[in-house]
């Protein structure tokens, strides 16, 4: 049992900026994690084929999933996964698109995570960008940018957007991290007191 086919890289390219202790809060949907994952015999080099479905339970969601990876390019990694949770009278769909490029001292990804229902005014759309640079063995720069959105029909909801630039420095056992992030539209909402700004600052030692 684990994380389904599509909840495995639902993870953004901005690494959930919109959340992760960002000091935000945002609505994200993804599928079960309680689902039979299985991954099919490799059919060629740098193809990874995964499928998974959750039974769910008495009155809980059943869902079904798959995903297929692509890492035959030096540097590349592609991910596209799709999962249907169904429940009575209602089907949603899950769609996770990821893209990746290093080259150099620099790594660029997009993501786009989508949840799409048939009845209601709860679909979701996350899209991510994250430009990570590594200056030295010790020290990387990393500025990822994210936009959601939340409901197809209302017109009070606008998009939630975020920012986020971290610094990381690796000496050793020890990781110093800093980071600033902001948030406009928090709560897709554009009162004042939904744009809001976070710093932090982090520690952490291996033995």
């Given amino acids: 049992m684990g994380n389904s086919a599509t909840t495995r890289i639902d993870t953004t390219a901005a690494g959930d900026a919109w959340d992760n202790g960002s000091g935000f809060t945002a609505v994200s949907s993804s599928e079960s994690t309680n689902a039979l994952v299985y991954t099919l015999p490799t059919i060629m080099d740098g193809v990874t084929l995964v499928g998974s479905y959750s039974p769910g339970g008495a009155g809980g969601e059943s869902a079904t999933a798959w995903r297929v990876g692509y890492s035959g390019i030096e540097g590349l990694s ?6 249907e949770t169904e429940t009575v009278g209602s089907e949603a769909t ?6 990746s490029y290093a080259y150099s001292s620099f790594t660029v990804s997009y993501s786009d995570n989508n ?28 500025y990822g940018s994210e936009e959601l959105t939340f409901g197809q029909t209302s017109s009070s909801n606008v998009a939630a957007e975020f920012e986020r630039i971290k610094v990381t420095y690796t000496a050793g056992g020890m990781t110093l991290t800093a980071s600033s992030a902001t948030g406009d539209n ?10 809001r700004e976070v710093w932090a600052l982090g520690a952490s030692f291996a033995f």
Avoid at 117 to 139: F, H, M, R
Wanted: proline fraction near 0%; aromatic fraction near 8%.
């Fill in 78 to 83: 592609l991910d596209y996964a799709q999962g």
């Fill in 94 to 99: 899950t769609t996770t698109m990821k893209a």
């Fill in 115 to 142: 949840h799409d229902k048939d009845a209601g005014t709860t679909d979701e759309d996350v899209t991510s960008w994250n430009v990570a640079y590594t200056v030295s063995d010790n020290l990387s720069v990393t």
């Fill in 186 to 195: 928090v709560s897709y909402s554009t009162t004042a007191t939904e744009d």
